[in-house]
Each structure stands twice: as C-alpha cells, then as structure tokens.
C-alpha cells in the first residue's frame, strides 16, 4: 500500500484546511486510516482515524468539534477537513494505514504504511 498525503499548505488563525490520503496498492489490505500530526520537537500524535469498511471515526481531544474525517472507499481517499485551525495546529501532518483487524490505534507504531507528510502552518 503507498500513501500520498496533500492538501497542506499556510493559512492564517480560523481558517480551514482539507488534507487528502490517496492510498495505491493492494488497498483491499487496509483496515483504517488515521491522520496524525508531528511538531518540531515534539511526538507524532494520533488526530483522527477512520475504519475502513464500517467508517467509524475516532478523533483526538484536539480535534474534536474542529475537523471530520471521511472516506471515498471508490476513489481510495481519506480526507481530514480542519476548521477553526489555531497556531498549535502546526505540524507536518501524516496519513497511515494498518492491515491488520485491530479497530483504528492511537498509536503510531501499530501503522503498517506511511503517506510522506504534508505540512500545514497556522500563522496568528
């Protein structure tokens, strides 16, 4: 499975950004997606993930009520929108998949496959 992540970019406190994974491969292997987000400095932590079949969603607390995660299971596309994005939204942001049936994990070493990152810049 490869994984291309898009769609970041510099925008400015409040505004809106949607970032794209388009998956290629043997797709029918995957069984969720989740996005995560890396800072300077800091962790990659989980921001929301997706089953793919049921298309159950699980957000982190810091995106809550700001973004939704969804899927295109034809076009193999997972796509994270981000609304009221703020400062401390900067990261290189991920996409990740993982094959085996363990539900959508929080945790990034339980991923099998990387997109490249992209990065979004929230200026205040």
């Known amino acids: 499975v490869q994984l ?28 969720a997606v989740g996005w995560f987000r890396q800072a300077p400095g800091k962790e990659r932590e989980f921001v929301a993930g997706i089953s793919w079949s049921g298309g159950r969603t699980y957000y982190a607390d810091s995106a809550k ?13 997972v796509s994270l929108q981000m609304n009221s994005l703020k400062p401390e939204d900067t990261a290189v942001y991920y996409c990740a998949a993982v ?26």
């Open 4 to 31: 291309q992540a898009s769609g970041g970019g510099l925008v400015q406190a409040g505004d809106s950004l949607k970032l794209a994974c388009a998956a290629s491969g043997r797709t029918s292997s995957m069984n």
């Open 65 to 77: 009520g700001r973004s939704t995660i969804s899927r295109d299971n034809a076009k193999n596309t």
């Open 99 to 124: 094959s085996r049936r363990i539900g959508v994990p929080g945790a990034p070493n339980l991923y099998d496959y990387w997109g490249q990152g992209t990065q979004v810049t929230v200026s205040s």
